[in-house]
Nanobody
Framework: QVQLVESGGGLVQPGGSLRLSCAAS????????MAWYRQAPGKQRELVAA???????NYADSVKGRFTISRDNANTMLYLQMYSLKPEDTAAYYC?????????????WGQGTQVTVSS
């Protein structure tokens, strides 16, 4: 079992920055691939950024060059540093932990943190 708790969301003006954090507890954090997803009202949840257990990263095209995902295995934390925020970044942001064991995919989600970009 992995418990995920996001924090750091809020209201920010266009062009501003925020840093989201995801505190993980429970199982062996370092063995999980981690990711940030977001979901805007009326839209499907989409992948924002991902980081594997080995440290490889991947970003949605819409956030490349503006967002940075990182993880601290020692403190079981996941981060998303967001710069140059745009109104279209407004969404609930969710932390995800995933691990594939044989034919089984184990998948955990946090409760989400709201990011609102508005003047």
């Amino acid at each position: 079992q992995v418990q995920l708790v996001e924090s750091g969301g809020g209201l920010v003006q266009p062009g501003g920055s925020l840093r989201l954090s995801c505190a993980a507890s429970g199982s062996i954090f370092r063995m999980y691939d981690m990711a940030w997803y977001r979901q805007a009202p009326g839209k499907q949840r989409e992948l924002v950024a991902a980081i594997t257990s080995g440290g490889s990263v991947n970003y949605a095209d819409s956030v490349k060059g503006r967002f940075t995902i990182s993880r601290d295995n020692a403190n079981t934390m996941l981060y998303l540093q967001m710069y140059s925020l745009k109104p279209e970044d407004t969404a609930a942001y969710y932390c995800n932990a995933k691990r594939v064991v044989g034919s089984i995919t184990v998948d955990y989600w946090g409760q989400g943190t709201q990011v609102t970009v508005s003047s």
